[in-house]
């Protein structure tokens, strides 16, 4: 079974610029997430999507970090413009059920974003 | 509001030696608790996770973890590590809602 794929692995942009990240989460994965890692710190979620519909969005800094999941399969993450403090791991993971007790979820490799 | 603490930032062990890593949570309601595991460059995926039933709960590579609800934690052990242990530890909770807090991580350095 493939796993979530991240693409680029990889990112260095100059600050204001804008970026976009992609995620394809495993076949048959209702909910999808995205979430970011700054250095030396957990994960924080920035948004969760079952199918398509957006069900938690509260950390997602929405002057500037827009999301969306266009069929309920992938997603992709825009940071428009980007600042200093957005240099961070973004991570996508995506699970299979949608109710009942929290489901694993299983993450990509992330993409590591520089902004200078 | 939910909330993780993991005790320590680093844990340096010995190989062969026994390890705990800790995890206390805040939390007013039922909680499902999970560690997950972040190898260098790799994403993170799931050691053991608690939902219901038997407080001790077994994970993958030798992995086990402990819920106790009356000193709030869910500490992690393995008996004896190797040098392939050497990762970032994440412990987790999610109270049934939408989300899950992650703590901010136990570094395990694994000396020969």
């Known amino acids: 079974e493939a796993g979530v794929a991240q693409s680029p692995r990889y990112k260095i942009i100059e600050k204001r610029q804008s970026v976009a990240f992609w995620c394809n989460p495993i076949s048959g994965h209702a909910t999808l997430y995205w979430y970011q890692q700054i250095l030396g710190q957990g994960p924080k979620l920035l948004i969760q999507?079952?199918?398509?519909?957006?069900?938690?969005d509260s950390q997602l800094p929405k002057d500037r970090f827009s999301a969306e999941r266009l069929k309920g399969v992938d997603s992709t993450l825009k940071i428009q413009p980007a600042k200093l403090e957005d240099s961070a791991v973004y991570l996508c993971?995506?699970?299979?059920?949608?109710?009942?007790?929290?489901?694993?979820?299983?993450f990509g490799p992330g993409t590591r974003l520089t902004v200078l | 509001a939910q909330s993780v603490t993991q005790l320590d930032s680093q844990v340096p062990v010995f190989e062969e030696a026994p390890v705990e890593l800790r995890c206390n949570y805040s939390s007013s309601v039922s909680v499902y608790l999970f560690w997950y595991v972040q190898y260098p460059n790799q994403g993170l995926q799931l050691l053991l996770k608690y939902l219901s039933g038997s407080t001790l709960v077994k994970g993958i590579n030798g992995f086990e973890a402990e819920f106790n609800k009356s000193q709030t934690s869910f500490h992690l052990r393995k008996p004896s590590v190797h040098i392939s242990d050497t990762a970032e530890y994440f412990c987790a909770v999610n109270t049934g809602g939408f989300k899950t807090i992650f703590g901010a991580g136990t570094r395990l350095f694994v000396k020969a």
């Open positions: 999507f079952q199918n398509n519909g957006v069900v938690d």
């Open positions: 993971a995506s699970s299979l059920r949608t109710s009942g007790a929290p489901d694993t979820q299983y």
